[in-house]
C-alpha cells in the first residue's frame, strides 16, 4: 500500500517534543493540463498541473479548541516528454500560535521528502526538481497574523538561511534514504545582488554546519552558488534539442514561470521586447484591402494580414507563417542566455528594493532506473487520471478563497472561529453540502392579448428559441496571420467526486503527540519559530548608585 501524503505528513509530526494534538487537511487537486509553465519554449512541453494546500492545527489539550499554525501552498509539474516532475512552493505561512517547538520546520520539511523520494513520490519522474523563491513578508496565507503579538516573523536573511537549512537537511536525508550512488542530488542558491563571498557571509550564521543533523552529513553535500539552468548532469524539464542542429537557444526552454514570481514577469518582459524599442506589446494586424479580379466579373475585396512574423509589415503570404517555419523565439528570447538573465536579475526592482530575496533550487535523478530483472520500470498509468483522495480544483480555489477572505487570526478567539469555518468548509465541500445546483430561471414569455376572433392556439416555439443565440463555431485563433492550436484541449477524465469517505481517508487526520520536551537550546531558529511559545527569558541588571560623600567636600 502507497503512501499517502497526509500520512507522510503526521509521521513527521510524531517526533515533534511535548505533549499536543495535530489535525491536518491536505487538498490536492487532480490533474489538468497546463500551458503556462514554459509558455515560450518550442516546441512546447506538455505539462500536468497540481494544487496542493496543507493546512495544520494545533490542539493543546483535549478540552482546548483548535487553533490553524501552519499552511503550506504548492504546485507539482509532471512534464512526462522528459520525465521530469517540479515542485515549486509559493507559500509557507504561520499563525505564530503553536506551542514551542514550532511544527513548521518538521511539516515543511516531511511534504518535501514525500515528493523528493522515488518511493513515495506521487508523480513517476526519474527527474526530480524544487523549487524556492524567498521573501520575507508578514503574513501570506493567514489574514491580519501580523497582528498577532505571538508572531515574530523572520527577517529576509533568516528567511533565506531558514529555507537553505531546510532544503539543505532533505537533501541530506534523501540522500540517505535512497542509498549512496543511486542517485545525484545537487543544490542551488542566488541571492540576487549579492555576490557568493557577500552570500555566505550573509548566511554564514544559519549555514550548513548548524543544521539539525550531525556535523558529519550535513557536509555530504555542497552548494552552489548560481542558476541551475546550465545543468547538464541533471536533466532539465524543457531543454533544447542538442542533436538539433537547427534548433535555435531559446531562454524559454530554460526558465520556468510561476505564479507570483519575479522570474516570470522579467521573462514576459524579455519575450515582448525589441531591439531599440524597449518592452512594448504585441503588435496589433492591421488588414488592407486587395482588390482581384477573374472573367471581366466585378471584383471582391478581400482582406489580407500585412503582419509577417514578429510583427514586420509586408510579409509574403507564402512566408514563414505559412509553411511551418515560424520557430524564432519571440522578442530577445533567443538573444538573452540564462547566464545574462540572471545577472539582469540583480538590477530587478523586486530584487534590489532593499530587502534580501533569494532563489534556491533542489535538483534530483536516478542513476540506476533499472529494476532488478534489467528491464526500466514505465508508467502505465496516464498523467490526467485522477487518483484516490485527490479532489476538484474547485474544491481547492474555493477553500482558499474563504482562507484569504473570509476569515482572520489577529487574535486568539478570532483565530478559533476562523478555524472552525475553514475546517467546516473543507468538510461540508467533500460532503457536497456546498455543491447544490443551481436552478435555472427561465424569462416569461410575452403575454398575447386575447381576442373573439382568436381561438385557442398552441404556443410557438418560436418564442422561447429567440432568447438563445444559435450555436456557432468560434472563430480560430490567430498569431501574427498564422492558426495557432488551443493550447489546452478537455480533459478526458470527469472531475473528482468527493465524499465523507474520501474526507476520513485521504483529506483529514490527526495525531496525538506526547514526548519529552528537550531544555538544551536550539542552534538557528526557523521560519516556523516565528514567535511561537514561550517568551525567552530576560535578565535585568540593576545599576548600582555611586554614594555621595558627606565630607563637605
Known amino acids: 500500500m502507497s503512501l499517502h501524503l497526509r500520512d507522510a505528513l503526521l509521521d513527521g509530526l510524531k517526533t515533534l517534543p511535548g505533549t499536543r494534538e495535530f489535525h491536518v487537511h491536505v487538498l490536492v487537486s487532480a490533474p489538468r493540463k497546463h500551458s503556462a509553465l514554459y509558455q515560450y519554449a518550442q516546441p512546447r512541453c506538455r505539462t500536468y498541473l497540481q494544487d496542493i494546500l496543507v493546512l495544520l492545527s494545533e490542539q493543546s489539550t483535549p478540552d482546548s479548541p483548535r487553533i490553524l499554525v501552519t499552511a503550506i501552498e504548492a504546485c507539482v509539474y509532471n512534464i512526462p516528454a522528459t520525465s521530469c516532475a517540479i515542485l515549486y512552493v509559493s507559500k509557507v505561512d504561520s499563525t505564530g500560535q503553536a506551542s514551542s517547538p514550532s511544527p513548521t520546520t518538521t511539516l515543511v520539511k516531511s511534504f518535501l521528502s514525500f515528493h523528493a523520494n522515488p518511493a513515495t513520490r506521487p508523480v513517476a519522474a526519474d527527474h526530480f526538481w524544487i523549487h524556492i523563491f524567498a521573501r520575507a513578508q508578514n503574513q501570506y496565507l493567514f489574514p491580519n497574523s501580523a497582528d498577532y503579538p505571538g508572531k515574530r516573523p523572520l527577517s529576509d536573511v533568516k528567511l533565506c538561511g531558514w529555507w537553505k537549512r531546510v532544503l539543505n537537511d532533505t537533501a541530506v536525508k534523501l540522500n540517505e534514504e535512497i542509498g549512496s550512488g543511486k542517485a545525484l542530488i545537487k543544490l542551488f542558491y542566488v541571492l540576487p545582488g549579492y555576490s557568493q563571498l557577500d552570500a555566505e557571509y550573509s548566511l554564514k550564521h544559519i549555514s550548513t554546519s548548524t543544521s539539525s543533523l550531525p556535523m558529519s552529513h550535513a557536509h555530504q553535500l555542497t552548494w552552489t552558488y548560481g542558476h541551475p539552468y546550465s545543468e547538464t548532469e541533471i536533466p532539465l524539464a ?44 504585441p503588435a496589433r494586424k492591421r488588414p488592407r484591402t486587395v482588390s482581384t479580379a477573374s472573367n471581366g466579373e466585378a471584383s471582391e475585396s478581400v482582406l489580407v494580414s500585412t503582419l509577417g512574423p514578429g510583427g514586420s509589415e509586408g510579409a509574403d503570404e507564402k512566408g514563414d507563417s505559412t509553411n511551418g517555419k515560424n520557430d524564432r523565439p519571440q522578442g530577445e528570447l533567443g538573444k538573452v542566455t540564462p547566464d545574462e538573465f540572471w545577472e539582469r536579475m540583480s538590477f530587478r ?60 487570526f489577529s487574535t486568539k478567539e478570532r483565530a478559533v472561529r476562523s478555524t472552525e469555518s475553514v475546517e467546516g468548509t473543507i468538510r461540508g465541500l467533500c460532503e457536497g453540502i456546498s455543491t447544490i445546483p443551481t436552478p435555472i430561471i427561465q424569462a416569461p414569455q410575452p403575454r398575447r392579448a386575447s381576442g373573439a376572433s382568436e381561438g385557442r392556439r398552441t404556443p410557438e416555439r418560436e418564442s422561447s428559441s429567440a432568447l438563445l443565440a444559435p450555436p456557432r463555431t468560434p472563430p480560430p485563433r490567430m498569431t501574427n496571420g498564422k492558426r495557432i492550436i488551443p493550447d489546452v484541449s478537455p480533459n478526458p477524465f470527469p472531475e473528482p467526486e468527493t465524499s465523507l469517505e474520501t474526507y476520513n481517508s485521504y483529506i483529514y487526520g490527526s495525531v496525538c503527540v506526547s514526548n519529552p520536551i528537550t531544555t538544551a537550546p536550539e542552534k538557528g531558529r526557523s521560519e516556523g519559530e516565528k514567535g511561537e511559545g514561550t517568551t525567552p527569558h530576560v535578565t535585568v541588571l540593576t545599576v548600582r548608585k555611586k554614594k555621595k560623600r558627606t565630607d563637605g567636600n
Open 238 to 281: 524543457c531543454p533544447r534539442d542538442p542533436s538539433d542542429p537547427d534548433s535555435l537557444h531559446n531562454l524559454g526552454n530554460y526558465i520556468p514561470s510561476f505564479d507570483d514570481d519575479p522570474k516570470s514577469r522579467f521573462l514576459d518582459e524579455i519575450a515582448y521586447t525589441t531591439e531599440g524599442e524597449g518592452i512594448k506589446s
Open 349 to 408: 526592482q523586486e530584487c534590489v528594493a532593499g530587502a534580501v530575496t533569494g532563489f534556491f533550487t533542489l535538483g534530483m535523478t536516478m542513476l540506476r532506473k533499472n529494476t532488478e530483472d534489467g528491464s526500466t520500470e514505465k508508467s502505465t498509468v496516464s498523467p490526467l487520471a485522477p487518483q484516490p483522495g485527490q479532489v476538484s480544483s474547485k474544491i481547492n480555489k474555493r477553500v482558499i478563497t474563504s482562507l484569504m477572505t473570509g476569515v482572520e
